[in-house]
């Protein structure tokens, strides 16, 4: 009886599990709530010949997101000197413009990186929180393109 009664309420369970489940899918993945998921393999010179080389990777759906970026850059003459992050951040998209507000920046145990020269290579928002970031997105095939003011500056591909 009790084994009976215990395999009874453990089939219960998994059902309102599974439903949760199901229920918590389609909400995170409506119509309307144009998920992000994308990478991006980026290769930036600078005018002072510092050389970053890393992928971006970057996930974002229902206002919330996640931007990994991994590399490393260095001068001709030094040696590299490694790039990684995660940014979590919160977003809004009006039309082709998204805003990201980065929340937390967490600093992997590798990354070396020093901050001033990061600001000549990137946006503060891949390593301060509390910084707001708008870029231009647009569809693209199996990607997009992120732009600047005009400029596009990277295409991020579905993956």
């Known amino acids: 009886m009790k084994k009976g009664l215990l395999a009874c309420i ?11 489940w199901q229920l918590w ?27 970053f080389t890393g992928v971006v990777k970057m ?12 590399g490393s850059y260095h001068l001709t ?13 919160d977003y809004s998209q009006n039309e082709d413009m998204l805003s990201m507000h980065s929340n937390k920046v967490a600093r992997l145990p590798s990354d070396n990186a020093d901050e ?7 946006p503060n928002f891949y390593f301060r929180p509390g910084i707001t970031h708008n870029i231009g997105l647009y569809k693209q095939g199996s990607g997009y393109i ?14």
């Open 10 to 20: 453990g089939f219960i369970l998994v059902i309102i599990a599974s439903m949760k």
């Open 25 to 51: 899918a389609g909400y995170a993945t409506t119509p309307g709530s144009k998920e992000i998921d994308c990478r991006a393999v980026l290769n930036i010179v600078t005018p002072e010949k510092l050389h």
């Open 59 to 70: 996930h974002a759906v229902n206002g919330k997101g996640l931007a990994l970026i991994e």
């Open 77 to 89: 003459s030094e040696a590299p000197t490694v790039l990684n992050r995660k940014v979590f951040f």
């Open 116 to 122: 001033s020269v990061l600001a000549t290579l990137l």
């Open 146 to 159: 992120f732009a600047g003011t005009v400029i596009p500056f990277v295409y991020c591909v579905k993956g």
